[in-house]
């Protein structure tokens, strides 16, 4: 029995976190909600540079050839300091796909960019008006010479503007709802593809609805088979949630620490609030939450590496659980400060934001009980 | 990350497992035993099985080999714990003996003393109770006032113990008792390892509301403890108090697996219930708060085992057994309300007229009332997460 990082992997946590409050934790949020994406793009190629995006590539592309136990340190630390960016999407989503799915072709031109940190990828998957269901993929790609044609229109593409490359939910075929769905690998600066920004309540990402005007994409492209995209997706978003929850942990253990260190030091009544139970009592409910979704994550993340016969219900329930107590902490985490709390000076807002985010992101928290359920055999 | 036991923990569980087969009582296993419910006879029942438990090697597992322990690993511990949660084992009638006052002996204990009381504890001829709380003194435990005052090599002890479990079983006493009125709170306290065979010793049942009874009220009037019967030295027992817990070595893990279990026993429950000729599981709002508790169980159990983890690396238990103690017994609180709920108003039946399974969910729910309170309340237990884990300034008035 041992249920713990191994130390190389706490060892790896330590370089991170270093580095990233050496850059002055949210400061490169901040700096992003600014819309100075500069220092962003200088952390991004430091992260990469300690060999964070390199870690869950095959060695053949470049990569350290290591599984999702050894990307939680990166996640955890990225969601302490509210990274902007698509280093999850990107190495969490992309990266699982292509090694499962992708041909020879494709790996050789997206691994090894990725593992050097030089190329990112996004998801344009909801279209407006739609959810994440399968029959609201309507965005049509026609097979013509050897082509598809892709006209329509996708929303909420999270930073659309810093990606290489989007993976296109596409429909090709009449198909049942999740037949006929097809994934695709898009250039970001293919022609007639117009981008329009739309406000988000978590400023620290970015979103955009796509425009395909008769885009025209190779049939190289296609990642994975014509058709069965959907299944293919399901696989990645597994690999996806198991590490969403992880960059959650982080989030939440950061919001812990600073509802715990404000009590500390905040005095009122000539004694520190902490002292009030109606204060320690909601921070150590919050601290239960964390350690919770924490032997969640890393359990889900284990049960996918090691293949387990529970991984789908270990990852839903890890992904139910991390996403609902982290809007649940966060919102706490502002009544613990009290009036400073509702500002935009401190960061406990861009906490809540952020959990807003996540709460619904590829998938909403209904169908993911759903899924767990159905893996539970109910 | 391994979650995994090793073939030596292993091969532990499947001898457990036969000698269980093999000694469990009649029927036991296949829950046609009928146990009787008369106390006199239900005691001698819990006895003789101690007595089993202990003639197999049983009893007292992680004990040194020379006072009839196996010197069990840890690891061992747990996989003990899970096979008895497993099986639904009878109740450890000297659990006071053999997982507190027994190890302190050991540990603090005269030569005496260990020659005197070790060997009976494990074979449950001598059963124990713990003299602790006080109809004044609860979470507050330094205010006791029950008090001992010196009178040559005896002492005299006068006072009142509440909520004592085992009490009416019990042989002896683990004791707190005020020596010296004027030291601080935590201090002037000792503890003796009282008789409670005497005249000065009265024990009177308090009827839980589950309708059972498991612990009493002790009353103490010129009880009579000697000089050789005190465990470290006089007014220092806060300290043995202390040392005590320390022995407290898997916390929670029975209750965290009995929780496990009684989870997958809901789920049946929720598959086996109909409303409306639909059986409650296809219910989504059901499922929904089914996958809720599936989470948080699987939650609690791993929160367990990284703990355990912990413990295993450092050697010793550190504060987050109370995060162990506060999830699982709040938690456990809540699946069985659920329980309840899920039987709609047939919930309230009890006993012969509940309708599933001997009143089992029913009995469960009202005795789960007790887990948020003994051993420390879930209040207490936040005082010391936030306290002794997240470093925030102590209570008023500690
Ligand atoms: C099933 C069971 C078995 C038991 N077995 C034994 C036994 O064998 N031997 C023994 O000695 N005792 C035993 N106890 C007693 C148990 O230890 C006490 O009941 C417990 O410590 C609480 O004390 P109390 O009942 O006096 O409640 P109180 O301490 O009076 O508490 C009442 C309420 O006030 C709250 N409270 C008290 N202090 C604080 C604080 N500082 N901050 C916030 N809230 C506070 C409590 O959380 C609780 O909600 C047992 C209890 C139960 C339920």
């Known amino acids: 029995m041992d249920f713990s990082l191994n130390q190389e992997q706490e060892m790896f946590r330590g370089y991170v976190r270093k580095y990233l ?3 002055g934790q949210t400061k490169t949020a901040r700096a992003y909600i600014e819309g100075e994406n500069e220092s962003l793009r200088t952390l991004l190629s430091g992260l990469a540079e300690l060999g964070c995006s390199s870690i869950n590539i095959s060695e053949d592309h470049g990569g350290m050839g290591l599984g999702p136990l050894d990307l939680i340190p990166v996640l955890e630390e990225t969601g302490r300091s509210l990274l902007p960016g698509l280093f999850l999407e990107t190495n969490a989503l992309a990266v699982p796909l292509i090694e499962k799915f992708g041909t020879e072709v494709q790996k050789d031109r997206y691994l090894a960019e990725i593992a050097a940190g030089r190329k990112t990828f996004s998801l344009a998957w909801l279209e407006p008006g739609g959810s994440y269901g399968p029959s609201d993929i309507n965005l049509e790609a026609k097979s013509l010479n050897g082509q598809l044609i892709l006209s329509g229109v996708k929303s909420m593409v999270p930073d659309a503007g810093l990606a290489d490359h989007y993976i296109v939910l596409v429909r090709t075929g009449k198909g049942k709802r999740n037949d006929g769905i097809t994934l695709l690998i898009v250039d970001r600066n293919e022609t007639n593809i117009t981008m329009e920004s739309q406000k988000n309540i978590d400023e620290t990402r970015h979103l955009a609805a796509l425009s395909f005007h008769d885009v025209e994409i190779p049939m190289g492209q296609v990642l994975g088979s014509m058709h069965q995209g959907w299944d293919a997706l399901q696989e990645g978003l597994l ?29 009122q009544f000539g004694q520190p609030i902490g002292r009030f139970q109606a204060i320690k009592h909601r921070i150590v409910d919050m601290k239960m939450d964390l350690e919770t979704a924490r032997s969640l994550a890393y359990y889900a993340n284990w049960a996918l590496e090691s293949g387990a016969e529970d991984r789908v219900q270990a990852v839903s329930c890890a992904r139910i659980f991390a996403t609902k107590a982290f809007v649940r902490i966060s919102s706490d985490n502002i009544q613990v400060h009290g009036g400073i709390g509702f500002t935009e000076e401190i960061d406990c807002h861009l906490f809540v934001k952020r959990a807003r985010f996540y709460e619904n992101y590829l998938g909403s928290t209904e169908q993911y009980y759903k899924q767990a359920a159905t893996a539970l055999g109910w | 990350m391994d979650f995994s036991f090793t073939t030596k923990e292993e091969k532990f569980r499947l001898e457990l497992r036969a000698w269980l087969e093999e000694n469990l009582p009649e029927g036991w296993l296949e829950g046609t035993s009928n146990v009787s419910k008369d106390e006199g006879e239900y005691a001698v029942f819990l006895r003789n099985w101690q007595r089993k438990l202990y003639e197999g090697g049983w009893a007292a597992i992680a004990w040194p080999k020379k006072y009839g322990g196996r010197e069990a690993t840890l690891m061992e511990e747990i996989v003990y714990q899970q096979e008895m949660v497993r099986v639904k084992a009878p109740a450890l009638v000297n659990y006071v003996g053999i997982h507190m006052v027994g190890p302190t002996l050991m540990q603090i204990g005269t030569d005496e003393q260990k020659s005197k009381y070790i060997q009976k504890i494990i074979t449950g001829e001598e059963v124990w109770c713990q003299g602790y709380s006080e109809p004044n003194a609860g979470s507050d435990l330094s205010a006791i006032q029950t008090s001992a005052v010196k009178d040559g090599d005896r002492w005299i002890i006068n006072g009142q113990k509440v909520w004592t479990s085992f009490g009416h079983l019990a042989d002896r006493c683990f004791l707190l008792a005020r020596t010296n009125r004027f030291d601080k709170k935590h201090k002037g306290i000792t503890v003796f390892l009282l008789d409670m065979n005497q005249p000065g010793v009265e024990t009177r049942p308090i009827i ?6 498991d612990f009493n009220e002790v009353y103490l009037n010129d009880a009579i403890a000697y000089d050789a019967e005190i465990v470290g030295e006089v007014d220092e027992g806060w300290k043995v108090t202390i040392a005590l817990l ?25 598959k086996e219930l109909k409303e409306d000729d639909m059986p409650l599981m296809d219910n989504p709002l059901v499922r929904h708060t089914m996958v809720d508790l599936y989470t948080r169980t699987r939650g609690s159990l791993l929160n367990y085992y990284r703990n355990l983890t912990k413990t295993l690396k450092n050697g010793h238990p550190g504060a987050e057994g109370s995060m162990d103690k506060l999830m699982v017994s709040e938690l456990t609180k809540e699946l069985l309300s659920q329980s309840i709920s899920l039987q709609g108003h047939k919930g309230v039946l009890w006993k012969e007229d509940a309708i599933s399974s001997n009143s089992y969910w029913q009995d469960n729910y009202l005795y789960s009332f007790g887990q948020t309170i003994g051993g420390g309340t879930s209040e207490i237990q936040k005082n010391t997460i936030g306290e002794r884990i997240l470093g925030l300034p102590k209570d008023m008035g500690r």
């Open chain 2, 246 to 270: 320390m022995h407290e070595r898997t916390g929670i893990g029975a209750q965290v697996f009995t929780l496990e279990q009684q989870f997958k026993e809901l789920v049946a429950l929720a």
């Open chain 1, 21 to 23: 409050d050496g850059a």
């Open chain 1, 239 to 267: 690999s996806f949630n198991a590490a969403l929850s992880a960059v959650i942990v982080g989030c939440m253990e950061k919001v812990v620490e600073m509802a715990a260190e404000y009590a500390k030091i905040r005095e």
């Open chain 2, 208 to 213: 839980q509301m589950d309708g059972q009874h």
